[in-house]
């Protein structure tokens, strides 16, 4: 996964609260499991009978509760194939939200008004590192784990965290600990 460290540019706006993921990518598109090529089914049902219309801008404003539903992946995935790479809302669902952050798609948790300025600034500057938004509306911080945002700043995925404490697993390995095989309680 690529780090993340600024993500500017222009702004895409879904004025929705409560899209769950089977909005985002509909149940017929899930026949795969490689991460690339479900942009062009985003919001499928919605940009087809001309709800919505979206352009693949860096940033995506989107309602309250985004994300909610089932917890497939491949909602993270899609938006990030259609090009956004960053989703600001006012809250997410949470296994939606892990999800993001486990393939590089930044989330960002705003208030309701502070998201409507920025999406009617039109573009915005997200800086991971110092947790701001910038626009033409002005600058706000944004509150981020420090575990989520070392794995994001680093482009770290769960392997990649692991590989981290390569020395630890080895040392723990060489002294004799991985080969303990099952164990039995006899009674």
Request: charged share 25%; proline share 4%; with cysteine.
């Amino acid at each position: 996964m690529e780090a993340v460290e600024i993500i500017e540019g222009g702004v895409s706006h879904l004025d929705r609260a409560d899209v769950d993921t089977d909005q985002i990518i509909p149940k017929q598109f899930l026949k795969r499991v490689e991460r690339t090529g479900f942009g062009e089914f985003l919001f499928y049902d919605w940009i087809r009978d001309g709800e919505i219309e979206l352009e693949p801008n860096p940033i995506l404003v989107a309602g309250p509760n985004f994300g909610c539903g089932s917890s497939r992946e491949h909602a993270p995935w899609a938006l990030q194939d259609f090009g956004f790479e960053a989703i600001i809302a006012p809250s997410f669902a949470d296994i939606f939200y892990g999800n993001c952050t486990k393939v590089g798609l930044l989330p960002v948790i705003l208030t309701e008004d502070e998201c409507r300025t920025i999406a009617e600034a039109g573009a915005a500057r997200i800086d991971l590192d110092d947790q701001t938004v910038d626009s033409a509306a002005g600058v706000v911080r944004f509150e981020i784990d420090a575990q989520v945002k070392h794995r994001l700043f680093h482009g770290l995925d769960d392997i990649g965290v692991t590989l981290q404490n390569s020395a630890a697993i080895d040392a723990y390995e060489a002294a004799g600990h991985a080969d303990l095989g099952p164990t039995t309680t006899r009674l």
